[in-house]
C-alpha cells in the first residue's frame, strides 16, 4: 500500500444538530474517512482542529495505534476520563479506520477480522425525534417533546400506549424495544427517593406489554444513571416480576463497588454503560465482576481501537457486550461493523424514529435494517457517507485545517 500523508482535517456541525461533531481527515491521494461523536461540541472542536490537528497533519494515517496512544497523552492523559478530548480522539480514530477501510477496497469489519455473522438483531430504543443529541437546548429528566401524529414519537407512546407501542414494533420486525418510565420522577427527588405511586406508574408499561403480548417482546429498562443505590434496588425490585431483558444504567458510573452492589441485588442483567471510556476503566468494572452486558458507545468510548479492546476484553470475561447508539447516523454505521464482526455480540441498538427521519438528511446508505436485524453489505469503509444535501447546506458551518 503506497504510502499516503493526512493533509486536511474538516469538523463540521449544523444547528439543527446542536450536539454533534463531525470529522473528515483526507489524504494526498483524495481519501477521505469520517467520524462523529457529540456533546460538549466546543471543546471537542477545538482539540480536533487545535492540538490533534497540529500532530496529525502530515503523518501516515494508517498508523492507527501510534495515533491513538500519542493524541490520548496530548495535553494530559486524557484517557483517564469520559471529556471532550477523548470524544474528539474518539471521532478522530473513527475517521482513521473507515479512512484505512476505503483505501484498501474493504468494509471496516474485514479489518477488524471479518464476518462472525452476516446480520444482528437489533433492538429499538424508543426515543422521539428530537431525543438527546438532536435536543435544542437542555432538558430535564422526564421530558418529552413529542410531534402530534408522527408514526415514530415512541418516547410519548412509551408512557401513554405501550401496548400499542409495541405492536406497532412487533409489525416492523422488531422483537425488543428499551424505554425510561421511571425518569419521570427524577425531579421529584432528584432521583434520591422513589415512592409506591410512583413505582407503580413507572411499572405499569412493562405489566401492560407482558400481559397482552407474553412473551413476543423483550424489554429492556433504561435509568440514565440517574438514581441513588436504594432507589435503584426498589426500581429494579418493582420490575423483577415482568422478566426485563436488562437494567440499564442504573446507578451513577462513578462507584463499580456500589455498581456490583446492585447487580448483586436483582436477577435481571445489569448493563454498562455508554458514559464509561477506555479499557482502563472498563477493567476495573469487569474485575469487580460489577456488569453482566458491557455497553459502550465507539463515539465516545476512544473509537474503533478502544471499542475493539475493550470487546475482546468483555469476552474474556464471558461478558457479551451491546454498543449504544442514539448519537448519529456515523455512530450506528460504526457499531453495526463491529457488531458483526465481535463473537461475543448480543443484541445493537437502532432508533427508528432517528433512522427515518434525520439520519436520513445526514448520511446516504444507511445500515440495512429489517425484520428485526442488521444485516452486512459490502459497502466500503463504515458503509455509509455524509449526503452532498448535507455538505452542502448552507447552515452546515465547515472548519478546515490544511497542511
Not at 484517557?79 to 468494509?107: F, Q, Y
Not at 421530558?143 to 401513554?160: H, M, R, V
Not at 428499551?178 to 432521583?191: A, H
Not at 457479551?320 to 464482526?341: E, K, R, W, Y
Amino acid at each position: 500500500m503506497k504510502n499516503s500523508v493526512i493533509e486536511q482535517i474538516t469538523t463540521l456541525r449544523n444547528p439543527n444538530y446542536p450536539k454533534i461533531v463531525w470529522v473528515l481527515i483526507k489524504t494526498n491521494d483524495g481519501i477521505e474517512g469520517i467520524g462523529e461523536t457529540s456533546y460538549d461540541p466546543g471543546t471537542v472542536e477545538s482539540f480536533i482542529l487545535g492540538e490533534a490537528s497540529d500532530y496529525l497533519l502530515g503523518k501516515n494515517p494508517s498508523q492507527i495505534d501510534l495515533h491513538w496512544e500519542k493524541l490520548s497523552k496530548v495535553g494530559s492523559h486524557i484517557k483517564l476520563g469520559n471529556s471532550g478530548e477523548m470524544r474528539g480522539l474518539s471521532a478522530i480514530d473513527m475517521a482513521l479506520w473507515d479512512h484505512k477501510a476505503r483505501k484498501l477496497g474493504v468494509p471496516i469489519y474485514d479489518l477488524l477480522g471479518g464476518l462472525y455473522r452476516d446480520k444482528i438483531k437489533v433492538y429499538n430504543t424508543c426515543a422521539g425525534y428530537s431525543y438527546g443529541v438532536n435536543r435544542k437546548g437542555s432538558k430535564l429528566p422526564g421530558d418529552i417533546d413529542y410531534k402530534k401524529d408522527q408514526p415514530y414519537e415512541d418516547q410519548f407512546a412509551f408512557i401513554n400506549d405501550p401496548v400499542g407501542l409495541a405492536e406497532s414494533l412487533l409489525e416492523e420486525g422488531f422483537s425488543a424495544m428499551k424505554i425510561w418510565p421511571f425518569d419521570q420522577f427524577v425531579p421529584n427527588n432528584d432521583g434520591n427517593m422513589i415512592d409506591l405511586d410512583e413505582l407503580s406508574q413507572g411499572t405499569e408499561p412493562f405489566r401492560l406489554i407482558r400481559e397482552k403480548l407474553k412473551n413476543k417482546m423483550e424489554v429492556m429498562l433504561e435509568l440514565h444513571s440517574f438514581w441513588n443505590l436504594p432507589s435503584a434496588i426498589r426500581i429494579a425490585k418493582s420490575v423483577e416480576k415482568y422478566n426485563p431483558f436488562w437494567i440499564e444504567d442504573p446507578i451513577p458510573m462513578d462507584n463499580f463497588d456500589t455498581l456490583a452492589q446492585f447487580k448483586s441485588s436483582t436477577s435481571i442483567p445489569t448493563t454498562a454503560s455508554e458514559t464509561v471510556t477506555t479499557r482502563w476503566q472498563f477493567r476495573e468494572m469487569f474485575e469487580k465482576r460489577a456488569v453482566s452486558i458491557c455497553m459502550f458507545d465507539i463515539s465516545w468510548v476512544g473509537g474503533m481501537s478502544e471499542a475493539k479492546k475493550v470487546s475482546s476484553m468483555a469476552e474474556s470475561y464471558n461478558l457479551p457486550i451491546a454498543t449504544h447508539d442514539c448519537v448519529g447516523p456515523v455512530t450506528l454505521a460504526f457499531s453495526v461493523q463491529l457488531s458483526l464482526n465481535a463473537p461475543n455480540t448480543i443484541i445493537q441498538e437502532t432508533v427508528r424514529a432517528f433512522n427515518n427521519t434525520w439520519y436520513r438528511d445526514i448520511a446516504n446508505n444507511l445500515p440495512d435494517i429489517r425484520n428485526g436485524y442488521a444485516h452486512a453489505t459490502t459497502e466500503l469503509g463504515c458503509g455509509i457517507k455524509l449526503s452532498n444535501s448535507f455538505l452542502e447546506n448552507q447552515e452546515t458551518i465547515k472548519k478546515i485545517r490544511s497542511l
